[in-house]
């Protein structure tokens, strides 16, 4: 079976279907920029989007995904040289701390966006409160989220 | 370069109080002792390290001209690569754009033999680290000069006289000639000339983090060969021993590379990191609990009035208070809690040329890592290489990184490239907790409206002591860790703090800040009390004990932190005000939070802070940290909370162990006093405040005084 991620196709083996989205890309694919915080669709780290909706790849398995969607993970953001407007207006903003949640929070900002080009705060607030930061960089993510919608 | 002199200069500040303590003690008796050792311990604050005086190991200059620097102190999100970039930039004339900072490992760059914590990096380094910069940039400019035949300046990376350029910062490192430090160190740049130090240049390591590329420990793999996955038993309760294991069917799973058995120590190799989990869940393992540990026995064992108690600070004499039908009395108490941080611990050890086992891993304290791996596995030390990675968040849980001593087994019993992650329920069964405490105090305001005493009694359970030989035990009595915060700021009269050190069954050690959040809250929390007992407003009531003097930068935050949250205008019935304040070592922070109480429900609107750290080499980073400061502190104060039922904590992972959500987070806004002092610590102060701030607000709206955390009313 094939896999769609950030555009490219990988083939995945029958007895994988079961295995988590998220140790694939990891471990198997060296996509690590999508983390793993609770393994348990709690935490929002390992927030992937699939057919531009937010899903936790740590519960999501492989064959959920096998059928034509298409992944986006974060390394299929922006590189470094050309980067994406939600990862310059994290940069901006100065909003990580030690950037382990990171991923997640743009890949859900990057799929609000996408719905909704100009959220509201109270908008704002409702769809990235999903997502935890144990640094507590939140004051900043709401503003980094309001930039990125302006550009 | 070659000729370095080395060992001019030596910060060695070890075992100050544990060192000359044997002696002293027998002078002077052991309550003198301890009060001053108490003295010493919450005014000069932790260890920052020292740079030794090899510039090299710190300083390279790549072709292209960028300043390259090698750090030992690790970021774990606190900005500290960024601020030590700032330094070195400074005082190398380099600009923000050409700086990179990457880190050192136990075998490569700048020695550091304390660590990472404490909030101490800035504020240990920010002068040995310019001095050693400011005389390098001494050596060059003296090299270049003599090149040229005349006297040469820098700027901008670049060597020039009267206006024509000689050769770059590059060039002239690579001049081939003898370097040797000079004997006297050179003049610092005066500050009128920062162009770097104090201003909100943006962190150096976004761009990595940002695009996903690997960056920390979890991300980690071989570059040469295919790696393994490792995963070890443990135990599934506190304090439960192996007894004996069955192997065999773990060993006949699929994707089982090999068990490895080692003692206690059971593990698995496995294709993937799944299989390596499940396998370790299939060994059939006997466990042997030795005592029962369960909330109740916990809640117990704490005694703030337990006769044995330690004497941290008494002036004064407080029989007039406990005699005094106007005395309050309260109880305070706060909760074991969990570290909790986003990126579970994990570690990735191979063999490299030589014999070395490298090992990278979240660790603040490599040298320790490093010693240990090497004690676990019965080699040399210098055959063990620790890298510590980018964290995950660090908070005082990475001062103990096990996942490194069990790849580190797996990977040299094997040979094969290993990388041990943990999962969720692990970081929670096994974590390292926040101690609880308990507070018991007295005081008194006479009619004057000014404080005549206060008893603070402390019981908590250990926070530094457990992890120090115990002969430190056995001198301090008290823990320094969990006393952090306990010093009262304002001035009165009759002082006594006592603490009782409380070793607990289960594993508690540094959480962010360390005593610091239970005992500002304890504190914080009566002043408020004493305040309303006497009608007076607790804003000026603060004040008035903090005359000027060396008071004045904490009344100073006070006053500026209650013009910004508008202290005086009246807010709408459910909605108070709260402020609190401390001084940890040389910062001071005061906050003020906005609350509203309805229908049973907490809700923090907003938090203002004032914080006074000296000078802060990265404005913006300081006001990052303040802001996560109180995030933790708000957690804290509305859910953290870790209760123990039979040898467990009841929580296994997030559901049962809710963080502080963006959307319960209130509007923060955070100001610093920019003052003449060099930099102090930021990275923990602001957790201090938060939860008395928030209590005194809910008192303010409701009424209802709340004692212990997390806040329900
Ligand atoms: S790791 Fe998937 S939600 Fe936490
Ligand atoms: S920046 Fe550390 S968890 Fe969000």
């Known amino acids: 079976?094939?896999?769609?991620?950030?555009?490219?196709?990988?083939?995945?083996?029958?007895?994988?279907?079961?295995?988590?989205?998220?140790?694939?890309?990891?471990?198997?694919?060296?996509?690590?920029?999508?983390?793993?915080?609770?393994?348990?669709?709690?935490?929002?780290?390992?927030?992937?989007?699939?057919?531009?909706?937010?899903?936790?790849?740590?519960?999501?398995?492989?064959?959920?995904?096998?059928?034509?969607?298409?992944v986006e993970t974060v390394e299929g953001l922006g590189?470094?040289?050309?980067?994406?407007?939600?990862?310059?207006?994290?940069?901006?903003?100065?909003?990580?701390?030690?950037?382990?949640?990171?991923?997640?929070?743009?890949?859900?900002?990057?799929?609000?966006?996408n719905n909704n080009p100009t959220p509201t705060d109270t908008e704002i607030e409702e769809f990235m409160t999903q997502n935890y930061c144990r640094c507590g960089s939140y004051n900043r993510l709401r503003r980094a989220v309001k930039r990125a919608s302006r550009y | 370069m070659a000729n370095w002199k080395k060992g001019r200069r030596n910060f060695l500040i070890s075992a100050v109080v544990i060192g000359g303590s044997v002696t002293a003690a027998m002078q002077f008796g052991l309550p003198y002792l301890r009060r001053k050792a108490f003295d010493f311990l919450s005014e000069g604050g932790p260890p920052g390290g020292g740079?030794?005086?090899?510039?090299?190991?710190?300083?390279?200059?790549?072709?292209?001209?960028?300043?390259?620097?090698?750090?030992?102190k690790v970021e774990m999100g606190q900005g500290v690569h960024t601020a030590l970039g700032q330094i070195v930039a400074e005082e190398l004339e380099v600009s923000w754009e050409r700086v990179s900072v990457s880190q050192g490992s136990t075998l490569t760059g700048p020695v550091d033999s304390f660590g990472t914590g404490g909030s101490a990096s800035i504020s240990g380094l920010y002068l040995p680290l310019r001095q050693l910069t400011a005389n390098y940039r001494s050596m060059l400019i003296t090299a270049v000069s003599e090149e040229a035949g005349m006297p040469v300046q820098l700027s901008k990376g670049v060597f020039s006289a009267s206006g024509k350029m000689i050769m770059t910062l590059a060039e002239a490192t690579r001049l081939d000639r003898d370097w040797v430090i000079p004997e006297d160190d050179a003049p610092l740049k005066p500050a009128s000339e920062f162009k770097l130090?104090?201003?909100?240049?943006?962190?150096?390591?976004?761009?990595?983090?940002?695009?996903?590329?690997?960056?920390?420990?979890?991300?980690?793999?071989?570059?040469?060969?295919?790696?393994?996955?490792?995963?070890?038993?443990?135990?599934?309760?506190?304090?439960?021993?192996?007894?004996?294991?069955?192997?065999?069917?773990?060993?006949?799973?699929?994707?089982?590379?090999?068990?490895?058995?080692?003692?206690?120590?059971?593990?698995?190799?496995?294709?993937?990191?799944?299989?390596?989990?499940?396998?370790?869940?299939?060994?059939?393992?006997?466990?042997?609990?030795?005592?029962?540990?369960?909330?109740?026995?916990?809640?117990?064992?704490?005694?703030?009035?337990a006769k044995d108690s330690v004497v941290l600070k008494k002036t004064g004499d407080l029989d007039f208070v406990f005699s005094n039908p106007n005395t309050i009395r309260?109880?305070?108490?706060?909760?074991?809690?969990?570290?909790?941080?986003?990126?579970?611990?994990?570690?990735?050890?191979?063999?490299?040329?030589?014999?070395?086992?490298?090992?990278?891993?979240?660790?603040?304290?490599?040298?320790?890592?490093?010693?240990?791996?090497?004690?676990?596995?019965?080699?040399?030390?210098?055959?063990?290489?620790?890298?510590?990675?980018?964290?995950?968040?660090?908070?005082?849980?990475?001062?103990?990184?096990?996942?490194?001593?069990?790849?580190?087994?797996?990977?040299?019993?094997?040979?094969?490239?290993?990388?041990?992650?943990?999962?969720?329920?692990?970081?929670?069964?096994?974590?390292?907790?926040?101690?609880?405490?308990?507070?018991?105090?007295?005081?008194?305001?006479?009619?004057?409206?000014?404080?005549?005493?206060?008893?603070?009694?402390?019981a908590s359970g250990d926070v530094l002591l457990s992890d120090l030989p115990s002969i430190a035990a056995s001198i301090l009595g008290s823990d320094f860790g969990a006393t952090r915060g306990i010093n009262v700021a304002y001035e009165i009269p009759s002082l006594e703090l006592r603490a009782k050190r409380t070793p607990l069954p289960?594993?508690?050690?540094?959480?962010?800040?360390?005593?610091?959040?239970?005992?500002?809250?304890?504190?914080?929390?009566?002043?408020?009390?004493?305040?309303?007992?006497a009608s007076e407003d607790p804003l000026s009531f603060r004040i008035k004990h903090l005359p000027q003097g060396d008071k004045i930068r904490l009344r100073n935050a006070l006053q500026r932190v209650g013009k910004m949250a508008d202290w005086n205008r009246k807010r709408p019935t459910g909605t108070g005000l709260g402020v609190a304040c401390c001084q940890?070592?040389?910062?001071?922070?005061?906050?003020?939070?906005?609350?509203?109480?309805?229908?049973?429900?907490?809700?923090?609107?907003?938090?203002?802070?004032?914080?006074?750290?000296?000078?802060?080499?990265?404005?913006?980073?300081?006001?990052?940290?303040?802001?996560?400061?109180?995030?933790?502190?708000?957690?804290?104060?509305?859910?953290?909370?870790?209760?123990?039922?039979?040898?467990?904590?009841?929580?296994?992972?997030?559901?049962?162990y809710p963080l502080l959500r963006l959307s319960e987070t209130p509007r923060i806004k955070v100001e610093l006093i920019q003052s003449e002092l060099p930099p102090q610590g930021v990275g923990e102060p602001a957790i201090g405040p938060v939860p008395a701030a928030v209590a005194n607000a809910v008192y303010a709206a409701s009424g209802k005084r709340l004692r212990s955390l997390p806040l329900r009313l």
């Open chain 2, 584 to 656: 940890d070592y040389g910062t001071v922070i005061a906050q003020v939070a906005e609350v509203s109480v309805e229908s049973g429900d907490i809700r923090v609107l907003h938090i203002w802070a004032v914080m006074d750290c000296g000078l802060a080499v990265n404005p913006d980073g300081a006001i990052n940290q303040v802001e996560g400061n109180i995030v933790w502190g708000l957690g804290s104060a509305l859910h953290e909370e870790i209760t123990f039922f039979d040898n467990k904590p009841l929580a296994q992972n997030f559901d049962k």
């Open chain 1, 79 to 113: 590189s470094k040289q050309k980067l994406h407007p939600v990862q310059r207006a994290f940069i901006e903003e100065q909003a990580p701390q030690c950037g382990w949640c990171m991923s997640g929070q743009m890949m859900m900002a990057v799929s609000l966006l």
């Open chain 2, 197 to 305: 130090i104090g201003k909100s240049v943006p962190r150096v390591d976004y761009l990595d983090m940002l695009t996903g590329i690997p960056h920390y420990a979890y991300d980690l793999k071989s570059s040469k060969q295919k790696t393994y996955y490792g995963a070890v038993a443990k135990p599934p309760k506190i304090g439960a021993v192996l007894e004996n294991v069955r192997t065999e069917t773990a060993k006949q799973m699929q994707g089982v590379i090999e068990v490895i058995e080692d003692g206690e120590f059971v593990g698995i190799i496995g294709e993937s990191r799944e299989s390596a989990w499940l396998a370790c869940d299939a060994l059939d393992i006997k466990w042997q609990t030795a005592e029962t540990i369960d909330q109740d026995s916990l809640d117990f064992a704490l005694d703030p009035n």
């Open chain 2, 330 to 458: 309260a109880e305070y108490s706060t909760p074991f809690a969990a570290t909790a941080l986003l990126e579970p611990q994990s570690s990735f050890a191979e063999l490299i040329e030589n014999d070395i086992l490298r090992v990278r891993t979240p660790t603040q304290f490599p040298n320790t890592t490093a010693s240990n791996i090497a004690k676990r596995l019965g080699i040399e030390e210098h055959k063990v290489e620790v890298i510590p990675t980018y964290l995950g968040g660090g908070f005082g849980r990475r001062s103990k990184t096990e996942s490194a001593i069990e790849a580190a087994v797996l990977a040299y019993k094997t040979g094969l490239p290993v990388h041990v992650g943990w999962r969720r329920e692990d970081e929670f069964l096994h974590d390292r907790f926040r101690p609880p405490t308990r507070h018991i105090l007295h005081g008194l305001v006479e009619k004057s409206g000014h404080i005549s005493g206060i008893q603070h009694l402390q």
């Open chain 2, 506 to 533: 289960v594993p508690t050690a540094s959480w962010r800040g360390l005593g610091l959040l239970a005992n500002t809250f304890a504190t914080e929390s009566f002043i408020d009390e004493l305040a309303v007992s």
């Open chain 1, 1 to 70: 079976m094939k896999i769609t991620i950030n555009r490219k196709e990988y083939s995945v083996n029958e007895h994988e279907l079961d295995r988590k989205l998220l140790w694939f890309l990891r471990d198997e694919l060296g996509l690590v920029g999508t983390r793993y915080g609770c393994g348990a669709g709690l935490c929002g780290a390992c927030t992937v989007l699939v057919d531009g909706q937010p899903y936790r790849s740590c519960i999501t398995p492989i064959g959920a995904v096998a059928d034509g969607q298409l």
């Open chain 2, 51 to 72: 740079t030794g005086d090899n510039p090299a190991l710190w300083i390279s200059i790549d072709t292209d001209n960028t300043l390259h620097l090698q750090v030992p």
